[in-house]
């Protein structure tokens, strides 16, 4: 599908943004750097520079070198990863409960939870806002800002070519307010919550372990663009 400039509205461009964010922050897969490719042909602005600065950096690194710098960035570093209910209650018992909220989230959006990845992957949070509900999906994000500000300060600092893409993101969302940009120099600093005990029944991995190589997201068959389906194979 096609979509034409003069159609697009501010909410639609939004959705532009976190469609191809979703597929960039994806394990890296040639099908969803050409998806996302399509895409960047209608996003404009700073957006469409940072996420065209992540597109042409993932591919200069080669389909190998890629995956393994994706790993090394994600799934090694604490700091650095997606999941959202990391950030907000780490290693406690409020974790399952948090991830289970974004369960009900896409449920009561009519989508179901996905099946091969935790339900507070950013990549999964992205697609549910670009392609289901896109005022649920930016509820979502919104909540999630300070998180989100911390993980491209870590990616910005280490040099990832990924922190564009986060970037672009956090331009759709708005402004943090000055208690948010104190929370966030204190999660910065001190890391996520801990608790020593009392984490059952939902002791997670961090980040949590994937089975194989599934899909991210609610679909990912037919073509590129907003809508329920897209190109590509999602990533781990």
Same mark, same amino acid.
């Given at each position: 599908?096609?979509?034409?400039?003069?159609?697009?509205?501010?909410?639609? @461009?939004?959705?532009?943004?976190?469609?191809?964010?979703?597929?960039?922050?994806?394990?890296?897969?040639?099908?969803?750097?050409?998806?996302?490719?399509?895409?960047?042909?209608?996003?404009?602005? @700073?957006?469409?520079? *940072?996420?065209? @600065?992540?597109?042409?950096?993932?591919?200069?690194?080669?389909?190998? *070198?890629?995956?393994?710098?994706?790993?090394?960035? +994600?799934?090694?570093?604490?700091?650095?990863?997606?999941?959202?209910?990391?950030?907000?209650?780490?290693?406690?018992? $409020?974790?399952? &409960?948090?991830?289970?909220?974004?369960? *009900?989230?896409?449920?009561?959006?009519?989508?179901?939870?996905?099946?091969?990845?935790?339900?507070?992957?950013?990549?999964?949070?992205?697609? +549910?806002?670009?392609?289901?509900?896109?005022?649920? /999906?930016?509820?979502?994000?919104?909540?999630?800002?300070?998180?989100?500000?911390?993980?491209?300060?870590?990616?910005?600092?280490?040099?990832? #070519?990924?922190?564009?893409?986060?970037?672009?993101?956090?331009?759709?969302?708005?402004?943090?307010?000055?208690?948010?940009?104190?929370?966030? &120099?204190?999660?910065?600093?001190? /890391?996520?919550?801990?608790?020593?005990? /009392?984490? *059952?029944?939902?002791?997670?991995?961090? #980040?949590?372990?994937?089975?194989?190589?599934?899909?991210?997201?609610? $679909?990912?068959?037919?073509?590129?663009?907003?809508?329920?389906?897209?190109?590509?194979?999602?990533?781990?």
């Amino acid at each position: 599908m096609k979509l034409l400039k003069r159609s697009r509205t501010p909410a639609l @461009a939004d959705r532009l943004v976190w469609q191809c964010a979703s597929l960039l922050l994806s394990y890296p897969d040639g099908a969803q750097l050409a998806a996302a490719e399509e895409l960047l042909d209608h996003v404009e602005g @700073a957006a469409a520079e *940072q996420l065209s @600065a992540t597109l042409a950096a993932v591919r200069a690194l080669g389909p190998m *070198q890629a995956a393994q710098d994706y790993v090394a960035t +994600f799934d090694m570093r604490r700091r650095a990863t997606m999941y959202l209910t990391y950030w907000t209650a780490g290693d406690t018992r $409020n974790r399952g &409960q948090a991830m289970l909220a974004f369960a *009900q989230a896409y449920r009561d959006a009519g989508a179901p939870a996905p099946a091969d990845e935790a339900p507070d992957f950013l990549p999964v949070v992205l697609e +549910f806002a670009a392609t289901v509900d896109a005022g649920v /999906g930016r509820r979502l994000l919104t909540e999630h800002r300070v998180p989100l500000g911390v993980l491209h300060g870590v990616l910005r600092d280490v040099g990832s #070519p990924y922190a564009s893409a986060v970037a672009a993101v956090l331009a759709t969302l708005p402004v943090a307010t000055d208690e948010e940009l104190r929370r966030a &120099q204190r999660l910065a600093a001190d /890391g996520p919550p801990a608790e020593a005990v /009392g984490l *059952q029944p939902f002791t997670l991995t961090v #980040p949590p372990k994937r089975a194989g190589e599934a899909g991210v997201g609610m $679909n990912r068959a037919g073509e590129a663009g907003v809508g329920m389906n897209r190109a590509g194979e999602g990533g781990r």
